[in-house]
């Protein structure tokens, strides 16, 4: 108190330095939560706008599309028709219960588009071809500049008799370079692709080209290129799903590069897709339940669920009537399943399976499966990055 104030000053109590800096440290937590905040509302704010221009966009198309028609339809010209009342594309969409507006498409699963006549389909067939041939000139300029694996072999078609073994051998190199560094992974790409012709139609062949282009996303840096592999795989992927449905291998494959897909897309691209990439994680499980993998890809999938910020979930409820839901207990079911099935599998398995438990408060598991994580190689890009983590764990732990 001032001494000179006399006898009627009033006196302010005086906080200790402790209580001083508890209050410093709320009023640091209040406004960086009201920072994030402010940054929530901007993204959901650019989302929502993107979705508005979206959905504009198929508006316009649509009228376009059905314009055209009525032109097609006013001078219409002979033509031998087809018995064919149906298309053979099959696409997928998110099992998520809404309903969704686009024509010929169900409310979840798979969709098999009937709404063009044979007779739509050959006029626009003819006014695509240039399209075709320019977009595959296009294609092949990219991969030979990524590559640079020099001369391109030319395709081999094998006869009748020798195709079932040469398509053995060629399916054990695949898998043997797969399993190699960045350079090897590029050479299998470019030992599947020069056999494409001759075993177009062999199911193992295909998830496995389909693998390799999803082994191109992990070893190209340029995000044009990986975005380009992904969607490559994803289309071969589709149209063996046609004929195999029951393929956990294509199931799989086909979940792996939707989400390689979906890093390169909007916010609600992304959540829909994580409806597809869980639809096909399970049906691969279903069919082929002992695979570590799949049980692996599960719980990625539950993690990040599990994690989902204010804004994605918000995005999720105000896209789909049911948004996707899951645990921290959810996702370490399935990377110990993964453990059980295949010891070993991958660091970064046991990375997730540490994370999980320091989480859910159990230190001494946390650090238990540290140590076995530790013991583990680094053979992805994926366990590289899992290796940085458990460093931080590890030195967070010690501190």
């Known amino acids: 108190v001032d001494a000179g104030a006399g006898a009627g000053a009033e006196l302010t109590p005086v906080l200790r330095h402790e209580q001083q800096v508890d209050v410093l440290e709320r009023l640091d937590f209040v406004l960086g939560n009201i920072l994030e905040l402010r940054r929530e509302v901007e993204e959901l704010r650019s989302s929502l706008q993107g979705l508005a221009a979206e959905i504009v966009g198929q508006v316009r198309s649509h009228l376009e599309e059905t314009q055209r028609g009525r032109r097609r339809r006013q001078f219409p010209c002979a033509r031998e028709r087809s018995d064919s009342t149906g298309s053979s594309s099959i696409y997928f969409t998110a099992s998520s219960g809404a309903a969704n507006g686009d024509d010929g498409e169900s409310e979840g699963g798979y969709m098999t588009a009937n709404a063009e006549s044979d007779y739509d389909r050959d006029t626009e067939r003819e006014s695509e071809e240039g399209e075709d041939a320019v977009s595959s000139d296009a294609v092949g300029t990219t991969r030979r500049g990524s590559l640079q694996l020099g001369t391109e072999a030319e395709p081999r078609v094998p006869s009748d008799s020798g195709q079932e073994e040469g398509l053995g051998q060629l399916l054990q190199q695949a898998d043997r370079l797969h399993c190699g560094d960045a350079q090897e992974k590029r050479e299998g790409f470019q030992l599947l692709l020069n056999n494409k012709l001759a075993y177009a139609e062999q199911k193992d062949f295909l998830w496995r080209l389909a693998r390799a282009h999803s082994d191109m996303c992990e070893v190209t840096e340029d995000a044009d290129e990986k975005r380009t592999y992904a969607l490559e795989g994803k289309e071969d992927l589709e149209a063996a799903l046609q004929k195999w449905d029951q393929s956990a291998e294509c199931h799989q494959w086909y979940a ?118 530790s013991e583990l190689p680094a053979g992805t890009r994926e366990d590289a990055e899992s290796e940085r983590e458990l460093e931080e764990m590890q030195s967070s732990l010690v501190e």
């Open 256 to 373: 792996v590069l939707c989400g390689q897909l979906a890093e390169h897309e909007s916010i609600q691209k992304r959540i829909q897709t994580g409806y597809i990439f869980k639809e096909h994680v399970d049906k691969a499980i279903e069919l082929k339940p002992e695979d570590p993998k799949s049980h692996y890809l599960l719980g990625r999938w539950c993690y990040e669920v599990s994690h989902l910020g204010w804004l994605e979930k918000r995005t999720a409820a105000a896209l789909f009537e049911t948004p996707p839901s899951a645990t921290v207990e959810d996702a370490l079911q399935s990377f110990l399943r993964v453990e059980e099935l295949n010891p070993g599998f991958s660091k970064a398995g046991r990375v997730y399976i540490a994370k999980c438990y320091r989480e859910l408060g159990n230190n001494s598991a946390a650090a238990l499966w540290m140590n076995l994580a």
